[in-house]
Nanobody, 121 residues
Framework: RVRLVEVGGGSVQAGGSLRLSCAAA????????MSWYRQAPGAAREFVAG???????????SYADSVKGRFFVTLDNAKNTMDLQMNSLTYEDTAMYYC???????????WGQGTQVTVSS
């Protein structure tokens, strides 16, 4: 069943902004070590940004070099959601964006179904 749900994708012109959000599909589920990945057509899925919320790396935020300074990931612990603010978008950012997280209920990692981001040049 779906464990994580992404929303916020869409089409935007180059230079524009979009905000993605990822949330648990069920209120009783909670996730940690959440991250964003993306996959362009014909390419491998790649890491975009993530927040460690477990162990000695708690609070560490990481970004792929290609999005540093343009994308910003935030975590709302009260809502159990993770957002990705994407600014100064370029054509190369066009991809399906996926949320990934580890469930506190099961201990397993899960992927969302993805949300499409399309940037027109």
């Amino acid at each position: 069943r779906v464990r994580l749900v992404e929303v916020g994708g869409g089409s935007v012109q180059a230079g524009g902004s979009l905000r993605l959000s990822c949330a648990a599909a069920k209120d009783e589920d909670a996730f940690y070590n959440m991250s964003w990945y993306r996959q362009a057509p014909g390419a491998a899925r790649e890491f975009v940004a993530g927040i460690d919320t477990d162990g000695p790396s708690d609070g560490v935020i990481s970004y792929a070099d290609s999005v540093k300074g343009r994308f910003f990931v935030t975590l709302d612990n009260a809502k159990n959601t993770m957002d990705l603010q994407m600014n100064s978008l370029t054509y190369e950012d066009t991809a399906m964006y996926y949320c990934k997280g580890k469930s506190r209920l099961t201990g397993f990692a899960y992927w969302g179904q993805g949300t499409q981001v399309t940037v027109s040049s």
